[in-house]
T-cell receptor, first 115, second 114 residues
Framework: GAGVSQSPRYKVAKRGQDVALRCDPI?????LFWYQQALGQGPEFLTY????????KSGLPSDRFFAERPEGSVSTLKIQRTQQEDSAVYLC?????????????FGEGSRLTVL | GDSVTQMEGPVTLSEEACLTI???????????LFWYVQYPGEGLQLLLK?????DKGSNKGFEATYRKETTSFHLEKGSVQVSDSAVYFC?????????????FGRGTSLIVHP
């Protein structure tokens, strides 16, 4: 597609529910990142994929968070048993292969509100 | 670990005023430095970058110079427009092994009044 697409744009969940957030990166982009952005804060790194391989998941805040990218394209971030502190905007970004380009292309984000 | 510190916002200016948004970083080695911008209702997008000391990145009238001696990468524009109203994020990236993870500051909101 023309840009990074994320869905849903808005999600309201009751505490304890499971949610799944989808990211469709730019076609051909090898690298895919997930970030969490709390209100008034900058993006905080969650996890990174190169193709289907999850190379870094050091930012996932707990074992309730799980991400996958099984075919090296679309990625899903799953949050189990959601808590109020999970309320944030979840950003997906993709980039061409390359170790030091630094140019990420971001989606508009999925805003999660946990009641 | 690596970190980026930005000045607190919001920064409120009148149109045609000068802008400086301060950014300092902490990192081992020699990171590449970036400014991203987020316009209302849109995703973050790259504004400019610099990959080594004394490099100057520029785009859309914005500039930033990579200062290794002061570990800074301040964003400047000589004459802001209403359309520059947005949130600006300073970021760094440092290659490490076979991967790299961009680290972002908390963002600085800019409001430009006509």
């Amino acid at each position: 597609g023309a840009g990074v697409s994320q869905s849903p744009r808005y999600k309201v969940a009751k505490r304890g529910q499971d949610v799944a957030l989808r990211c469709d990166p730019i076609s051909g982009h090898v690298s895919l990142f997930w970030y969490q952005q709390a209100l008034g804060q900058g993006p905080e790194f969650l996890t990174y994929f190169q193709n289907e391989a999850q190379l870094d998941k050091s930012g996932l805040p707990s074992d309730r968070f799980f991400a996958e990218r099984p075919e090296g394209s679309v990625s899903t971030l799953k949050i189990q048993r959601t808590q109020q502190e999970d309320s944030a905007v979840y950003l997906c970004a993709s980039s061409l292969a390359g170790r030091d380009t630094g140019e990420l292309f971001f989606g508009e984000g999925s805003r999660l509100t946990v009641l | 670990g690596d970190s980026v510190t930005q000045m607190e916002g919001p920064v409120t200016l009148s149109e045609e005023a000068c802008l400086t948004i301060n950014c300092t970083y902490t990192a081992t080695g020699y990171p590449s430095l970036f400014w991203y911008v987020q316009y209302p209702g849109e995703g973050l997008q790259l504004l400019l970058k610099a990959t080594k000391a004394d490099d100057k990145g520029s785009n859309k009238g914005f500039e930033a110079t990579y200062r290794k001696e002061t570990t800074s990468f301040h964003l400047e524009k000589g004459s802001v427009q209403v359309s520059d109203s947005a949130v600006y994020f300073c970021a760094l990236i440092r290659p490490s092994g076979g991967s790299y993870i961009p680290t972002f500051g908390r963002g600085t909101s800019l409001i430009v009044h006509p």
